[in-house]
């Protein structure tokens, strides 16, 4: 897999890449499928509420659903690993960005970037609300001590 070693040669930065690669798939793996549980609860939940308590075939497609997915990422997982120590074997710098490795990886890279991104803007978004409450909090307690003056 090439991202962007520091030496090509060496077998260190390929080490490196990979691990690197491995660690941001094996983060975005874990936040997918904490959403989806999530939203599962929440749709539970809201189940719950309505009056409809569900059937256990539901449950077990759902638990089926979460087995085919963690064999998923670790069938993932192994043919990444297969496929660095093959790449090493052969010894290649590749620049081809159009394997299908490099393509997850750059999937897999944006999005956690644009995770990162709209999780900056979340907080920009609640400092600035926080900002304009306290203000107006500010301006409407000057207000009433006016009101209270005359």
Do not use: W
């Not at 990444?80 to 710098?93: E, H, I, P, T, V």
């Not at 394997?99 to 995770?115: L, M, P, S, W």
């Amino acid at each position: 897999m090439h991202i962007h070693p520091s030496s090509p040669n060496s077998d260190l930065s390929l080490q490196s890449e990979e691990s690197a690669a491995i660690k941001i798939q094996a983060g975005f793996r874990g936040y997918r499928v904490r959403k989806q549980l999530n939203h599962r609860t929440t749709h539970r939940n809201a189940s719950a509420r309505n009056g409809y308590h569900g059937s256990n075939s539901i449950l077990r497609r759902q638990q089926r659903h979460q087995l085919a997915m963690s064999s998923q990422v670790q069938q993932d997982n192994s043919n990444l690993a297969n496929s660095g120590r093959n790449q090493r074997d052969k010894n290649s710098s590749e620049s081809d960005s159009n394997t299908v490795e490099d393509q997850c990886a750059i999937k897999i890279q944006a999005g956690v970037r644009g995770f990162l991104v709209r999780k900056k803007q979340k907080m920009a978004t609640d400092a600035a609300t926080k900002i304009q409450a306290s203000f107006r909090g500010f301006k409407a307690r000057k207000e009433v001590q006016k009101l209270r003056q005359m």
